[in-house]
């Protein structure tokens, strides 16, 4: 069971990344899976979240209205489009196989996001 981000980088205040989340060795369509993020000095943050049966989506406020969750199940893989970013979006961006975040899900190693000019 194996989860791997890609997508980040360097991007100027206002751009845009998109994040992939691939699964390998289960089938993501299973799961709810969760995009996480930590800035240098703070806590592991909650950003979004799709469920597995309704496909249902959900945002921190701070990033609703910039960010869209989306999931290709064919391609095993989850996508965090990331709008108008800002600053404060700078963190390592990760994605588990749930909505909670807990130690027993299964974690991808992070893809570090940088928003600055």
């Known amino acids: 069971v194996q989860l791997v981000e890609s997508g980040g980088g360097l991007v100027q205040p206002g751009g845009s990344l998109r994040l992939s989340c691939a699964a390998s060795?289960?089938?993501?369509?299973?799961?709810?899976i969760g995009w996480f993020r930590q800035a240098p000095g703070k806590e592991r943050e909650g950003v979004s979240c799709?469920?597995?049966?309704?496909?249902?989506?959900y945002y921190a406020d701070s990033v609703k209205g910039r960010f869209t969750i989306s999931r290709d199940n064919a391609k095993n893989t989850v996508y965090l489009q990331m709008n108008s970013l800002k600053p404060e979006d700078t963190a390592v961006y990760f994605c588990?196989?749930?909505?909670?975040?807990?130690?027993?899900?299964?974690w991808g190693q992070g893809t570090q996001v940088t928003v600055s000019s």
């Open positions: 799709i469920t597995f049966v309704t496909g249902s989506t």
């Open positions: 060795g289960f089938g993501m369509d299973y799961y709810a």
């Open positions: 588990a196989t749930s909505c909670s975040g807990l130690p027993d899900d299964a």
